[in-house]
């Protein structure tokens, strides 16, 4: 696996860290209100501050599952298939809920996978 895909592997999995922040320790903050599209009230909402506490954690598995392949698998397959996977759900995402999804969480998975093939 070349440097740059590890580079932008480690990225990737320093933005999921950073929406893992986001979502379960500011969540109810101006940012997370802004970089989600929606109300701070809404985020105040007991049942939905739960469901953003439970989505940070499972980004922060995410991240987690992506330094475990750069250390104990250094081979394209297990990053390959771990950025695939993200723009599968970036992609999802941006059917769903907003079109911009698709660069904000899988534009770094895109560029790793394009620099799994050189």
């Known amino acids: 696996m070349n440097i740059v895909t590890k580079v932008l592997a480690v990225l990737t ?13 500011k969540t109810d903050s101006e940012k997370t209100a802004k ?3 929606m109300e701070t009230s809404t985020l105040k909402n ?5 469901s953003m506490k439970n989505q940070g954690v499972y980004n922060l598995g995410i ?5 475990t392949a750069l250390l ?9 298939c771990l950025m695939a996977y993200i ?6 995402g941006s059917m769903t ?3 911009s999804i698709i660069l904000k969480q899988g534009g770094l ?3 790793a996978l394009i620099s799994l093939l050189f």
Request: charged residues 10%; glycine residues 8%; aromatic residues 18%.
């Open 109 to 111: 998975a895109i560029l």
């Open 97 to 99: 809920v907003s079109k």
């Open 13 to 25: 999995a320093l933005e999921f860290i950073y929406i893992f922040y986001l979502e379960t320790v």
């Open 63 to 67: 991240a987690a599952l992506i330094i």
């Open 72 to 80: 104990f698998a250094p081979g394209k397959l297990m990053i390959g």
């Open 87 to 92: 723009v599968f759900v970036a992609a999802y």
């Open 35 to 37: 970089t989600f599209g």
């Open 46 to 50: 007991p049942g939905m501050n739960v």
